[in-house]
């Protein structure tokens, strides 16, 4: 997938729901994702972006997650075009998402993963100086 008037960075894939659901962030925005969809993973269309209602520091810069039915986002929080934290939201549909909770700091595009127990392993690129 490519964009016509933008370079398409930072995208993530999940299988959620039998769709292959694309997330990258909206370039030149603090918040959503430009959104697309495939039924096997190679071919995308590309749907309405995605924000979150309510939010306008919410960019989609970091990482999916399928669990318990749901479809989770940890994305970096980005309210003046820098660093400020990360958030996770949650989804039924891939579209639609509430954000869960935030945390403020100088690091972001995160990743989660859950292992076997249900213990969730969460990792963040950290802002250098300068």
């Known amino acids: ?19 292959y659901h694309l997330y990258a ?7 959503g994702a430009i959104y697309a969809t495939s039924p ?17 520091d919410t960019k989609f810069l970091g990482n999916p997650m399928a ?12 309210p003046k075009t820098s660093w ?3 958030f996770c939201a949650k989804s039924s549909n891939g579209v639609d998402w ?8 100088t690091f972001a595009d995160p990743a989660a993963i859950e292992t ?5 392993v969460f990792i963040t690129s950290l802002q250098g100086p300068g």
């Open 98 to 105: 509430t954000v869960l909770w935030t945390k403020s700091g």
């Open 116 to 120: 076997p127990s249900g213990t969730l």
């Open 40 to 56: 096997n993973g190679l071919d995308f269309t590309r749907q309405p972006d995605v924000v979150i209602k309510g939010s306008t």
């Open 67 to 78: 669990s318990y039915g749901s479809m989770y986002f940890f994305g970096t929080l980005e």
């Open 1 to 19: 997938m490519e964009l016509a008037d933008a370079g398409l960075l930072d995208p993530s894939v999940i299988y959620f729901d039998e769709f």
């Open 84 to 86: 400020a934290g990360v």
């Open 25 to 31: 962030p909206r370039p030149g925005k603090g918040d």
